[in-house]
């Protein structure tokens, strides 16, 4: 393949490394309690390490365990520097270059820079599906360790991963509906980790007039003499100075409406090194995700490659939409972990009242409403990514299970992801709302899930309207999971029961929301019920494993007891089983099977 080197335009703001504050700044005092800063968030994490170790093969689990120790450290070490850094030094553009030249271009702090070159350079984040050579692995990567790769990450640094993600999603489009030559051409670059040669990817969508209703695009494509040129505005375009989009656009005299919509490959330098016709007109001033970039966009003519074929561009356009969907799940359910990883340091370092608020029950009951939808989207997430392995490989019942956990995921995990962020600043009282700590960060960072590819009600429609109602893609999740109930021994028999008649009453509320239009409104509780129905299994089946810890059962009695139950809001509830059971989730080591089947029985 011809590879060029790409012009240079990202230029770094002035600073150096020694811009980022130490981790030992914030170890806290005798008073103050500290935060994760400088942990190793793998070794923390029991739960991913028995669940990869139960979903990876074993050979390729060895070979991996030494990456995810070492992003593991990265997390909450260096990234966690670098992150603070980056989120507080936002990126800044510049509307000309110093020549005077219309040539726009964005500045990024050095952190930002530095954690590029971890992401793309050292894990290659982007290439870990589509080709070997990435971690010394001979074959692409397994979603498993891919999305426990990202799930790592994140726990750092969320912002980067989506310029991360998205030029994966690009590449993963371009593999597989270009035509050769354009695989060619855009293909050389995007799988490179040489920052001099790599071209990075972005998905443009939303326009001022649709973000849902994406049918409205007023972005038009012009066949000018065999050459496709693109007029019009995209309203939010993260990772905006991209050096390949990915964009939907009406091309001249097609229908209107989702019918009419081809994808377009926006290269933003044309073969002869000069800039492509269009300019970000200006960067978002953000809540979150001010790490990186996004903008809005005016193309005057822009050259673009029309990707596969021009009447199915949304069709095509869904595919990065769904693995998008599914790396916002991951990146919730890591999130929400380092949510929890910092409220039980609080917890178990806060003094007030004279013992470590661990000890106040009522705190104690709190931090479990932060740690079950964290397990939950976990279980939910592994489940999903190791579905796509089996698809992958050409299972058509996974392609069908993978249609509708993606954006099952996506909805619920990401949603949870908010009251988990904000319980988590409050577990660490004051000083949670206070910048010098991770907790604001992490409360404006959560509450992006809910909005990119597809809001709540968007993905939670996707869900029972056509995943369910449409292409009936819950009957093979009902099999996968029913097949999990099956393998789950040694737990009581009317516990195992109860999470059968739940799940069976989960897919037959949501065939009938799916079937009658008139319960519309009840969409989101029927996507909910699933999703909670479908993690109470996994968490069920999981907790019985061989190497597993057993008090992942213990999770799945709390989802079946308090997301998945009526409740007397005039009555005090029947809470007897409870405190045992949060004593043994809040102890540090495994609990045996037998400790948690009778903690279930009770
Ligand atoms: C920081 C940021 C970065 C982004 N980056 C990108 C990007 O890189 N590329 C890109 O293409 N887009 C991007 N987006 C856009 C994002 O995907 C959209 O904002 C989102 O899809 C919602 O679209 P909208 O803003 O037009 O809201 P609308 O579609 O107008 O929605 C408004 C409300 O109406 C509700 N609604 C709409 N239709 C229905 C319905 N049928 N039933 C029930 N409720 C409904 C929605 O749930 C929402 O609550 C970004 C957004 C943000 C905030």
């Keep these: 393949m011809n590879v060029h080197t790409k012009p240079k335009a990202g230029k770094e703001r002035a600073g150096s490394k020694a811009a980022t504050p130490k981790a030992a700044a914030l170890r806290g005092s005798d008073a103050i309690a500290p935060d994760c800063t400088g942990q190793d968030f793998y070794a923390l994490d029991r739960g991913l390490q028995q669940l990869l170790a139960l979903y990876l093969p074993a050979r390729l689990h060895a070979h991996m365990e030494p990456h995810f120790k070492r992003l593991g450290v990265l997390a909450g070490g260096r990234l966690d520097e670098l992150a603070r850094v980056a989120d507080q030094n936002g990126p800044v553009l510049h509307a000309r270059d110093r020549a005077g030249r219309d040539e726009d271009w964005i500045e990024y702090h050095p952190a930002y820079r530095e954690m590029e070159k971890i992401a793309f350079g050292d894990f290659q984040f982007h290439a870990m599906s589509h080709r070997a050579g990435v971690l010394g692995l001979d074959a692409p990567m397994h979603p498993v360790a891919k999305y426990a790769c990202q799930y790592l990450f994140v726990q750092g640094e969320f912002g980067i991963m989506c310029p991360v993600s998205v030029t994966d999603t690009s590449i993963y489009l371009i593999r597989k509906y270009a035509d050769p030559k354009l695989k060619e051409y855009l293909l050389s670059r995007m799988l490179s980790a040489d920052p001099d040669v790599q071209w990075k990817g972005t998905q443009f969508m939303t326009e001022k007039a649709g973000g849902s209703d994406i049918g409205r695009v007023e972005t038009v494509a012009r066949n000018e003499g065999g050459t496709w040129r693109l007029y019009g505005e995209k309203w939010f375009c993260s990772h905006a100075d991209a050096d390949v989009a990915l964009m939907l656009a009406r091309p001249e005299g097609a229908p209107e409406g989702t019918r009419g919509l081809a994808l377009f490959a926006l290269p933003r330098w044309l073969k002869d090194g000069s800039r492509n016709s269009y300019r970000i007109v200006r960067l978002k001033d953000k809540l979150g995700t001010r790490s990186m970039a996004s903008g809005e966009i005016r193309f005057e003519g822009a050259v673009a490659y029309p990707v596969g074929r021009l009447d199915q561009g949304l069709k095509q356009m869904m595919d990065q939409v769904n693995l998008s969907r599914l790396s916002h799940g991951v990146r919730a359910a890591a999130m929400m972990r380092r949510c929890v990883n910092e409220a039980l340091m609080v917890a178990r370092h806060r003094v007030a009242f004279g013992v470590p ?206 997301r998945l139950s009526p409740k007397d809001p005039l009555e005090a509830e029947e809470t007897g089983w409870e405190a045992p059971a949060i004593a043994a989730i809040l102890e540090k080591g495994a609990v045996p099977l037998a400790r948690s089947a009778k903690l279930l029985a009770d």
């Design 357 to 562: 608020i661990i000890e106040h029950s009522l705190l104690r009951r709190q931090l479990m409403k932060l740690i079950v939808p964290t397990e939950q989207a976990l279980s939910m997430a592994m489940c999903a990514a190791a579905v796509m392995g089996e698809a992958d490989a050409g299972s058509a019942e996974a392609a069908d299970t993978l249609r509708i956990l993606t954006p099952l995921v996506k909805f619920r995990a990401c949603r949870d992801n908010i009251p988990v962020a904000t319980g988590a600043m409050e577990v660490r009282g004051g000083n949670g709302y206070i910048e010098d700590w991770v907790n604001p960060r992490l409360v404006r960072d959560a509450q992006i899930g809910v909005l990119w590819e597809g809001t709540s009600n968007i993905n939670a429609l996707d869900v029972i309207g056509r995943a369910v109602g449409k292409t009936r893609a819950h009957k093979a999740l009902g099999a996968l999971l029913r097949r999990r109930l099956g393998e789950t021994k040694g737990l009581p028999a009317a516990f195992t029961a109860r999470l059968e008649t739940t799940l069976a009453r989960a897919l037959g509320f949501a065939e009938r929301v799916a079937a009658e239009p008139a319960s519309e409104p009840q969409t989101r509780r029927a996507a909910s019920a699933l999703y909670h129905a479908a993690s109470a299994v996994l968490l069920a089946w999981e907790g019985t494993r061989d190497t597993a810890d057993a008090r992942r059962a213990l999770v799945a009695r709390f989802v079946l007891e308090h």
